[in-house]
């Protein structure tokens, strides 16, 4: 349980960080607005999938 969390944890930072690149390296207002949609969805997903396993 506890490695679930920290993997997907992991997987998230790294896939913010891999954002976080592409966004510093085009620097355009509309794709910063785009990379902090998905990101704000990437986690409430995480949020609600590793919560929604901690009830089973």
């Not at 920290?6 to 960080?17: D, E, N, P, S």
């Not at 607005?33 to 704000?40: D, M, N, P, R, W």
Request: hydrophobic share 65%.
């Amino acid at each position: 349980m506890m490695r679930n969390r920290v993997f997907a944890v992991i997987a998230y930072l790294c896939f913010a960080l891999f954002l976080g690149v592409v966004a510093w390296r085009v620097p355009r207002l509309d794709l910063a607005v785009i990379v902090t949609v998905v990101l704000a969805l990437a986690a409430f997903d995480i949020w609600t999938e590793l919560r929604a396993r901690g009830r089973r």
